[in-house]
Every structure is written in structure tokens, then in C-alpha cells.
């Protein structure tokens, strides 16, 4: 059954929402951690997770519909959401942290292995085998990353290690996130996750962040208050929201949209840092190589997964045929 208009509206404004708060996340995480100093990538992820939770206490505590099934979502999903906590919030930090030490750009060419990734796990945890076209596309895209990360290796070893440990982490929550969304305790949806998740990213988070950055976070408070809390409060409010959307978007697409639309979010993202933080200036003729080659890979292996997962169509039945006897 097709999607009613209602859906298809609602589907587009998840699509636009999502490109656009991942975007704005991601400059103003590169901007105010890589290029401007506020060096504690950490505290602000941890204080992201726990805001977010806050932020959506009053909804899901005093509306009835959510309250009333805070026991049951507890005790029948609680592994999958403690799971998807803290793989959410230990990848979203490794990206974060990546930021301090390497482009935007960069990071986002690495992030665009994901389907290798999944296909990788799809193999292990689900037994299933892509088809050679598939094989073929994820192979390509592997050599473009390969092309595009080998001169940066030699800079930002620590940043790509980071981002490369977020990528395999996302690719593992994004699919646990699809099957306890629509758990034993019935369908969660993206406030449910983000204010059921948010907690315990955030106790996951802030043993580490207190140990390797509390020094940095209270210099940055001394120095430049203003700047430290108005980043931190402006980020955690994008965050929220960007959070919501996320979810929301996981729940809405299908696996295949969700991997268009990465690829999609990614090629902006490019675009949007040459463009406002001047990167991609310095790249050498082979990281724009690999970064052609792995895109072009990545929208083959999309379009291959897009088209074999189209359901045939149906077949008309066949009028019999009666067999007439001869003059």
C-alpha cells in the first residue's frame, strides 16, 4: 500500500529536517572544537545526552500516554535501549573528538564506509550475503576511502582511529535502534528514545570526560565564559532536537532510505565546509580522487539495494485458454 500524501509530506520534512540539523551540528561542532579551541568534546556530548532527556521530562511524565507505560517499556526493552546508549553516545563522542584533530571533510569521506560496515555485520550477526554487484560497490567505495584517508593518515592517525571505532559503532545502533523502536512493550517513538537513552550515555560519558578534560572545560569557563556556555547551551539545543529527528528518521525510512539519505547528508556536508570553514583547499589530486570514486560507489551500491529490495510486480492472471474442435 502506497504512502498517503499526509506521509509523503511528513517524510520530506524528516528528510529536510535531518540534512539541515546534521549540517548545522557538524559545522558548529568543527567550528568551536577544531578551529576556535573549546577543546572538551566529551563534557559536551555527555551534557547533550542529558539534556535532552531533561528537555522531554515534562512531556513524558506528565502526558498520560507515556507515563503509563514507563514500567513496561523498562522491563521488557531495557537492553536494547541500555545498548543503544551507550553505542550513541560513545560513537557520537569519538566523532566529536575526531573534530579537534582532523577537517570536517575528511570525516565525513570516512563516514561514508558505512556500508561496508553494515554489510560486514549484515554477514556476521544476520548470515546475510550481498550479491556481487553489492560486493563489487563496496569494494570501490573501501578503495576511495583508502585513496582519499592515505595522505591524511600521515596527520590525523588519532582523529581517523576515532572516527573510523564512531562509524562501526553508529552502523551496529542504527540497526538495534530499528528493532526496539518497535519492541515487545510496543512501537517506542523518537522522543521515547532519545529521553530513554539519554541518561545513561550520559553516566557512560562523564567518568571519562571529567577525567581527560575537567582541567580544559574549567580554563575554557575562566577564559571565556561567555563563549564555553553559550556554545555549550546553543549545541545542546540543536542536539535535542537533531536527536528527536534521527530516531524519528530511522522509524520513518527504510534501511536503504536511511543510507541514501547518509550519502546525501554527507556530499552537503562537503560542500558546506569548503564553503564557510575554506577546507578541501589543500587536498591533493588523489583525495579528490577517492573522494569521487567512494560517492559514486556509494550511490551504485544504494541504487542496487534500492532496486532488489522493490517488491515484483504482480502478475495478472491468465485467461484460460479453451481448446475449439476442428471443422
Same mark, same amino acid.
Given at each position: 500500500?502506497?504512502?498517503? @500524501?499526509?506521509? +509523503?509530506?511528513?517524510?520530506?520534512?524528516?528528510?529536510?529536517?535531518?540534512?539541515?540539523?546534521?549540517?548545522?551540528?557538524?559545522?558548529?561542532?568543527?567550528?568551536?572544537?577544531?578551529?576556535?579551541?573549546?577543546?572538551?568534546?566529551?563534557?559536551?556530548?555527555?551534557? #547533550?545526552?542529558?539534556?535532552?532527556?531533561?528537555?522531554?521530562?515534562?512531556? +513524558?511524565?506528565?502526558? =498520560?500516554?507515556?507515563?503509563?507505560? #514507563?514500567?513496561?517499556?523498562?522491563?521488557?526493552?531495557?537492553?536494547?535501549?541500555? +545498548?543503544?546508549?551507550?553505542?550513541?553516545?560513545?560513537?557520537?563522542?569519538?566523532?566529536?573528538?575526531?573534530?579537534?584533530?582532523?577537517?570536517?571533510?575528511?570525516?565525513?569521506?570516512?563516514?561514508?564506509?558505512?556500508?561496508?560496515?553494515?554489510?560486514?555485520?549484515?554477514?556476521?550477526?544476520? #548470515?546475510?550475503?550481498?550479491?556481487?554487484?553489492?560486493?563489487?560497490?563496496?569494494?570501490?567505495?573501501?578503495?576511495?576511502?583508502?585513496?582519499?584517508?592515505?595522505?591524511?593518515?600521515?596527520?590525523?592517525?588519532?582523529?581517523?582511529?576515532?572516527?573510523?571505532?564512531?562509524?562501526?559503532?553508529?552502523?551496529?545502533?542504527?540497526?538495534?535502534?530499528?528493532?526496539?523502536?518497535?519492541?515487545?512493550?510496543?512501537? *517506542?517513538?523518537?522522543?521515547?528514545?532519545?529521553?530513554?537513552?539519554?541518561?545513561?550515555?550520559?553516566?557512560? *560519558?562523564?567518568?571519562?570526560?571529567?577525567?581527560?578534560?575537567?582541567?580544559?572545560?574549567?580554563?575554557?569557563?575562566?577564559?571565556?565564559?561567555? @563563549?564555553?556556555?553559550?556554545?555549550?547551551?546553543?549545541?545542546? +539545543?540543536?542536539?535535542?532536537?537533531?536527536?528527536?529527528?534521527?530516531?524519528?528518521?530511522i522509524h520513518?525510512?527504510?534501511?536503504?532510505?536511511?543510507a541514501i539519505?547518509?550519502?546525501?547528508?554527507?556530499?552537503?556536508?562537503l560542500f558546506?565546509?569548503?564553503? *564557510?570553514?575554506?577546507?578541501?583547499?589543500?587536498?591533493?589530486?588523489?583525495?579528490? *580522487?577517492?573522494?569521487?570514486?567512494?560517492?559514486?560507489?556509494?550511490?551504485?551500491?544504494?541504487?542496487?539495494?534500492?532496486?532488489?529490495?522493490?517488491?515484483?510486480?504482480?502478475?495478472?492472471?491468465?485467461? =484460460?485458454?479453451?481448446?475449439?474442435?476442428?471443422?
Amino acid at each position: 500500500m502506497g504512502k498517503s @500524501a499526509s506521509e +509523503m509530506l511528513f517524510s520530506i520534512f524528516i528528510i529536510f529536517a535531518y540534512l539541515g540539523l546534521n549540517s548545522f551540528l557538524n559545522l558548529l561542532n568543527r567550528w568551536a572544537l577544531g578551529l576556535y579551541g573549546l577543546k572538551f568534546p566529551l563534557i559536551m556530548t555527555a551534557a #547533550h545526552m542529558i539534556f535532552g532527556s531533561c528537555a522531554l521530562a515534562p512531556l +513524558m511524565l506528565l502526558r =498520560d500516554e507515556y507515563s503509563s507505560r #514507563h514500567a513496561a517499556v523498562m522491563r521488557n526493552d531495557w537492553k536494547g535501549l541500555a +545498548m543503544i546508549a551507550v553505542m550513541n553516545g560513545v560513537q557520537i563522542a569519538c566523532n566529536n573528538a575526531s573534530l579537534t584533530v582532523m577537517e570536517l571533510s575528511m570525516n565525513q569521506v570516512i563516514r561514508a564506509s558505512v556500508p561496508v560496515m553494515v554489510a560486514m555485520l549484515a554477514v556476521c550477526i544476520e #548470515h546475510k550475503v550481498p550479491s556481487k554487484g553489492e560486493v563489487a560497490c563496496l569494494v570501490v567505495v573501501s578503495i576511495g576511502v583508502m585513496l582519499a584517508v592515505w595522505e591524511e593518515s600521515r596527520n590525523a592517525v588519532m582523529g581517523i582511529a576515532l572516527t573510523m571505532l564512531s562509524t562501526v559503532m553508529q552502523s551496529i545502533q542504527m540497526s538495534i535502534s530499528g528493532r526496539v523502536m518497535s519492541g515487545r512493550s510496543g512501537k *517506542l517513538n523518537s522522543f521515547q528514545m532519545t529521553f530513554y537513552t539519554g541518561p545513561l550515555a550520559f553516566v557512560t *560519558l562523564l567518568p571519562m570526560a571529567l577525567a581527560t578534560e575537567y582541567n580544559i572545560f574549567a580554563e575554557s569557563l575562566v577564559y571565556r565564559p561567555a @563563549a564555553t556556555l553559550g556554545f555549550l547551551l546553543g549545541s545542546c +539545543m540543536v542536539a535535542v532536537v537533531y536527536n528527536v529527528v534521527l530516531f524519528q528518521s530511522i522509524h520513518t525510512l527504510s534501511s536503504v532510505g536511511t543510507a541514501i539519505l547518509g550519502n546525501i547528508k554527507i556530499v552537503c556536508l562537503l560542500f558546506l565546509s569548503s564553503l *564557510l570553514l575554506g577546507e578541501l583547499g589543500s587536498w591533493s589530486a588523489n583525495q579528490y *580522487l577517492g573522494c569521487l570514486v567512494t560517492f559514486i560507489a556509494a550511490f551504485c551500491y544504494s541504487y542496487i539495494k534500492a532496486t532488489a529490495s522493490r517488491p515484483a510486480p504482480p502478475v495478472a492472471p491468465q485467461p =484460460d485458454q479453451k481448446t475449439g474442435g476442428g471443422n
